[in-house]
């Protein structure tokens, strides 16, 4: 795992989405196509629009899959990652090979994960975007995550802190509306990713970082775990690594 520090946000961001572009061109360039995941929430805002302002990624020879949905939330809701992605990026490169939605509302949860499992049983994931919550998951694997578990996506139940952090970033009227249960990819399908973009922002993700970058790796810190990940990088503004313990290069 690398780190790397920017002094704004959309510096961080820039950077994430220009070494994930490099890595799907250089994907392309070798095998004709590329897989790749993306993430979304408020951290994923500026790196999205960066990523689909690169004009020589040839999108047409790109699968997407994503880390997660809500479960029992319709694809119009303003929380629904599926309406996030369609918005803030199919709509922008409509070119898109193949992207891979996972439905949380077909009424069928388990045949909705064995669908998006055997789809990325399939193929091997050459970039994987990701962030960290507030309560260091990664995806929706909140603390204790299953480190165990083969299965590339599980059934979830959501916590306490994480559904309070989208509740405050205003994707849910209160507490009570945000789900309890959710589709995630699992932390093995993350890890198995060839390389893993990770951006941390905003100084509510500043403890969660300094879980992620200096404790031991632990399911309680699920996000900890890219310390084993060789090709995994960090991008944090300085907000977001204001609690480390020194500076990471």
């Given at each position: 795992?690398?780190?790397?520090?920017?002094?704004?946000?959309?510096?961080?961001?820039s950077?994430?989405a220009?070494?994930?572009?490099?890595?799907?061109?250089?994907?392309?360039?070798?095998?004709?196509e590329a897989?790749?995941?993306l993430?979304?929430?408020?951290?994923?805002?500026?790196?999205?629009?960066?990523?689909?302002?690169?004009?020589?990624?040839?999108?047409?020879r790109?699968?997407?899959?994503?880390?997660?949905?809500?479960?029992g939330?319709e694809?119009?809701?303003?929380?629904?990652?599926?309406?996030?992605?369609?918005?803030?990026?199919?709509?922008?490169?409509?070119?898109?090979?193949?992207?891979?939605?996972?439905?949380?509302?077909?009424?069928?949860t388990q045949?909705?994960?064995?669908?998006?499992?055997?789809?990325i049983?399939q193929?091997?994931i050459?970039?994987?975007?990701v962030?960290i919550?507030?309560?260091g998951?990664?995806?929706?694997?909140?603390?204790?995550a299953?480190?165990?578990?083969d299965?590339?996506?599980?059934?979830?139940?959501?916590?306490?802190?994480?559904?309070w952090?989208?509740?405050n970033?205003?994707?849910?009227a209160?507490?009570d509306?945000?789900?309890?249960?959710?589709?995630?990819?699992?932390?093995?399908?993350?890890?198995?990713?060839s390389n893993?973009i990770?951006?941390?922002?905003?100084?509510?993700?500043?403890?969660?970082?300094?879980w992620?970058?200096?404790?031991?790796?632990?399911?309680?810190?699920?996000?900890s775990?890219?310390?084993?990940?060789?090709?995994?990088?960090?991008?944090l503004?300085?907000?977001?690594?204001?609690?480390l313990?020194?500076?990471?290069?």
């Amino acid at each position: 795992m690398q780190t790397h520090i920017y002094p704004t946000s959309q510096k961080a961001a820039s950077q994430a989405a220009t070494m994930g572009a490099s890595l799907i061109k250089q994907a392309i360039a070798a095998r004709g196509e590329a897989f790749v995941v993306l993430a979304t929430g408020a951290s994923q805002f500026d790196l999205l629009d960066h990523l689909v302002a690169d004009k020589n990624i040839d999108w047409s020879r790109v699968t997407l899959f994503h880390l997660d949905e809500y479960v029992g939330i319709e694809e119009t809701h303003k929380a629904s990652f599926v309406r996030y992605l369609r918005e803030r990026f199919l709509a922008k490169v409509p070119e898109v090979k193949n992207f891979v939605f996972i439905h949380g509302n077909t009424g069928d949860t388990q045949g909705e994960i064995r669908r998006v499992n055997e789809a990325i049983s399939q193929v091997q994931i050459d970039v994987a975007f990701v962030g960290i919550g507030e309560n260091g998951h990664l995806a929706f694997n909140d603390p204790p995550a299953d480190f165990e578990t083969d299965e590339p996506f599980i059934y979830v139940e959501l916590d306490e802190k994480c559904r309070w952090q989208q509740t405050n970033e205003g994707w849910f009227a209160t507490f009570d509306d945000v789900p309890t249960h959710a589709i995630s990819m699992s932390i093995n399908q993350i890890m198995k990713s060839s390389n893993i973009i990770c951006t941390v922002l905003d100084e509510r993700k500043a403890e969660a970082a300094k879980w992620t970058i200096e404790e031991e790796v632990s399911n309680m810190h699920p996000a900890s775990i890219l310390q084993t990940h060789e090709h995994a990088h960090i991008f944090l503004d300085k907000n977001a690594a204001a609690q480390l313990s020194s500076s990471q290069g």
